[in-house]
């Protein structure tokens, strides 16, 4: 099994439509969570930390489940600058482990 | 908020030439700093991880006498891609912890180097 396992999609969805996505990890020792977004060649951006009481920044909300061992990123409203792929960052002890990514394509 | 600035950011050689890539904390002194590479539609994969001062720690499967990291300030880390050859060709990133540890603030990522071996 992989450390950090996500769906690589592509999820199509139109404007406006609300969108989630979840990321299993296997060590039930990591300690921090975090979602990225990356546009197609260019650097991963921190998009948010993932809390255990879950948090909420604007459209995106970030919830983790340690007792099923996974976090989860939802997206309200989607929008067309939304479309790229997002990657989910868990750490153990210091060094971060990546998802290889969900792409997101939101359409007219 | 924090910096990083990688160079260069798109490469062209020849094979069997070397490139170097260059990665720089601007505004906070970096302890560590994560080399990954990241082939087409795939995840980003950590080559090593590189301390000041110490030797780098590389990942199962990755040469260090191919990919030769140098960590010798707490703002430098330089990645050097030794007698590159065309399966070489991929994106390189670099990712700074600033030092005192990590926070809930993630990792800085460089701008990333597009390396083109031909």
């Known amino acids: 099994r992989k450390e950090v396992e996500q769906d690589p999609g592509p999820f199509n969805v139109p404007e406006g439509a609300t969108v989630a996505f979840n990321c299993t990890y296997s060590?039930?020792?990591?300690?921090?969570f975090f979602w990225y977004r990356q546009d197609c060649r260019k650097e991963p951006k921190l998009l948010m930390s993932?809390?255990?009481s879950g948090n909420e920044d604007g459209r995106f909300t970030a919830q983790l489940n340690r007792a099923s061992q996974y976090i989860s990123l939802l997206i309200r409203d989607s929008k067309l600058s939304d479309s790229a792929t997002y990657l989910c960052?868990?750490?153990?002890?210091?060094?971060?482990?990546f998802g290889r990514g969900t792409s997101l394509i939101v359409h007219p | 908020g924090a910096v990083v600035s990688q160079h260069p950011s798109r490469v062209i050689c020849k094979s069997g030439t070397s490139v170097k890539i260059e990665c720089r904390s601007l505004d906070f002194q970096a302890t560590t700093m994560f080399w990954y590479r990241q082939f087409p539609k795939q995840s980003l994969m950590l080559m090593a991880t590189s301390n000041e001062g110490s030797k780098a720690t590389y990942e199962q499967g990755v040469e260090k006498d191919k990919f030769l990291i140098n960590h010798a300030s707490l703002t430098l880390s330089t990645l050097t891609v030794t007698s590159a050859h065309p399966e070489d060709s991929s994106f390189y990133i670099c990712?700074?912890?600033?030092?005192?540890?990590?926070?809930?603030?993630?990792?800085?990522f460089g701008s990333g180097t597009r390396l083109t071996v031909v």
């Open positions: 993932v809390y255990s």
């Open positions: 960052v868990v750490k153990g002890s210091y060094i971060p482990t």
């Open positions: 990712s700074a912890m600033e030092r005192g540890g990590w926070t809930d603030y993630g990792y800085t």
């Open positions: 060590n039930s020792a990591s300690q921090s």
